[in-house]
Nanobody
């Protein structure tokens, strides 16, 4: 089963930018790859997803126009560029792969998860 490792999280001021990476090992991405986030005391929320073959992208309304998901086949990596960050973007961000079926925006559609990376936005 593919192993996922996220990186790129950290502390940033509101209005700043971060780029998260999700690297796969032990296999390759296929179908959809998603980014989700979970703030303390809240449910895991969909952020963005990308079709690995065709590159089609999906975004949560809360991040449209600010976040951008992309992929590198050569590096077997998916990226999440986050601009104009807000305090409410603070969460643990996790990437998901091993897509099975269902909406790309649903956590239940994925079978493999990374350990997550903390993003903290100070206001």
């Amino acid at each position: 089963q593919v192993q996922l490792v996220e990186s790129g999280g950290g502390l940033v001021q509101a209005g700043g930018s971060l780029r998260l990476s999700c690297a796969a090992s032990g296999g390759t991405f296929s179908s959809y790859v998603g980014w989700f986030r979970q703030a303390p005391g809240k449910e895991r929320d969909f952020v963005a997803a990308i079709g690995w073959i065709g590159g089609i992208t999906y975004y949560a309304d809360s991040v449209k126009g600010r976040f951008s998901i992309s992929r590198s086949s050569a590096k077997n990596t998916v990226y999440l560029q986050m601009n104009s960050l807000k305090a409410e973007d603070t969460a643990v961000y996790s990437c998901a792969a091993g897509f099975r079926s269902g909406p790309a925006s649903s956590p239940a559609s994925y079978g493999a998860w990374g350990q997550g990376t903390q993003v903290t936005v100070s206001s």
